[in-house]
């Protein structure tokens, strides 16, 4: 156990103040062995694994921070044309990559660049560039803080959605289920060292490849081309590049009624979202008896904004900083809000709350925070 650690040497943001406690666990059984202790205990926790998506505040964080750095890849058996692996939650997300692609392994190669740990990853639903951790993952081994013990819980338990899951904490509230991912487990598809990525879904990389939608390259090529794409915009860390110090987008693309989607100036863009699985009650008669049976009531249709386009057309720009404020919005990226050198957390939230109050302002729409928030009002 380490004492007065300052957490803002250990996020990408470069903010937080000292922690109570802190203790970093190089192997699975140093994690388990260390959130049980603090179970026990009943005292506050914080679990870290690459500190790239939270904003800690600057006061002393009255808690127990375990950092996940238990490393590890392990083979299992998977039908034939699959690999499946069992990655340790300490492991780096962006190395992992980088192991799948050299052995021809298709999948996740549009989720390069991504910081953090693969612990993290299943808690977010990280994705980029058309793809999602949710397509790949299988389970989670994760230690359930009700039963003390480690479960497997397969990837439809674990609520996915856009940028979430049961297991993350959302504005400082309590995750719908309390538990430590321990290890996850993926299945991607064996292409082999020359094969062909997952058909490319998403314009801005397919543009950037000079193909179509649909169609496919191979798995090196993508892997290059998203993270030259990531690194124009300030999203691959990088120590010379002040825009890299930052928690990636700091807001979510919102998600609205297609009402309101369509409400917003005819240049703004959106995206059909899902809608929920048809209505697939059952309904029961009397044999004989004569019925209208009953309608099910109108999904209302919903989209997903671009959270970038409503910062700039609200009129907050790249490089856009409180005057006096150490904290700005990236020169590269509207959604990323970073540490221009020295911020502190107040600094950064004081950004981040006057962005939401120009698009609140400007289209009524209120953007959310995509990093875990700790000790700090957004």
């Not at 957390?345 to 729409?365: D, K, M, N, P, S």
């Amino acid at each position: 156990m380490n004492d007065a650690i300052r957490l803002s040497e250990l996020t990408t943001l470069g903010v937080g103040g000292p922690a109570a406690g802190f203790v970093e666990c190089a192997s699975e059984a140093e994690l388990i062995e260390a959130v049980l202790d603090v179970w026990n205990t009943d005292e506050p926790w914080l679990l870290l694994g690459g500190g790239s998506n939270l904003l800690i505040g600057d006061e002393p964080l009255d808690a127990t921070v375990i950092r996940a750095a238990n490393r590890g890849i392990e083979r299992l058996d998977a039908p034939s044309g699959r690999v499946r692996l069992r990655v340790q939650a300490g492991e780096d997300w962006d190395a992992l990559v980088a192991f799948t692609v050299e052995h021809g392994w298709a999948g996740i190669e549009a989720l390069s660049g991504i910081p953090g740990s693969c612990g993290a990853a299943p808690v977010q639903n990280i994705g980029a560039y058309g793809q999602e951790i949710v397509s790949s993952l299988v389970a989670v081994d994760l230690l359930d803080e009700e039963s003390q013990a480690v479960e497997r819980v397969p990837a439809a338990e674990l609520g996915l959605g856009y940028r979430t899951s049961v297991l993350k904490r959302h504005g400082g509230g309590e995750p719908e289920r309390s538990g430590v991912v321990v290890a996850i487990i993926i299945d991607l598809d064996d292409v082999g060292a020359d094969g062909l990525a997952a058909p490319i879904a998403y314009q801005q990389l397919a543009f950037a490849l000079g193909v179509e939608v649909g169609e496919q390259v191979r798995l090196a090529q993508v892997r290059t081309t998203v993270l030259a794409l990531r690194a124009s915009k300030g999203m691959v860390l990088d120590p010379d590049d002040p825009d890299t110090a930052s928690a990636g987008s700091f807001f979510t693309n919102p998600i609205v009624s297609e009402h309101v989607a369509r409400s917003l100036p005819g240049d703004a863009p959106w995206w059909p979202v899902d809608p929920p699985a048809d209505d697939d009650t059952e309904y029961v008669f009397p044999l004989g008896e004569v019925v209208n049976p009953p309608r099910p009531a109108p999904v209302e249709r919903l989209a997903k904004l671009s959270a970038a386009w409503l910062i700039e057309r609200a009129g907050v720009r790249r490089g856009f900083a409180l005057p006096g404020s150490r904290a700005a919005v990236s020169t590269k990226h509207t959604l990323a809000l970073t540490n221009r050198g020295g911020a502190t957390a107040t600094e950064i939230a004081e950004l981040a709350r006057f962005v939401q109050a120009r698009v609140h302002a400007e289209f009524g729409v209120l953007l959310q925070p995509e990093p875990v928030v700790v000790g700090v009002t957004i």
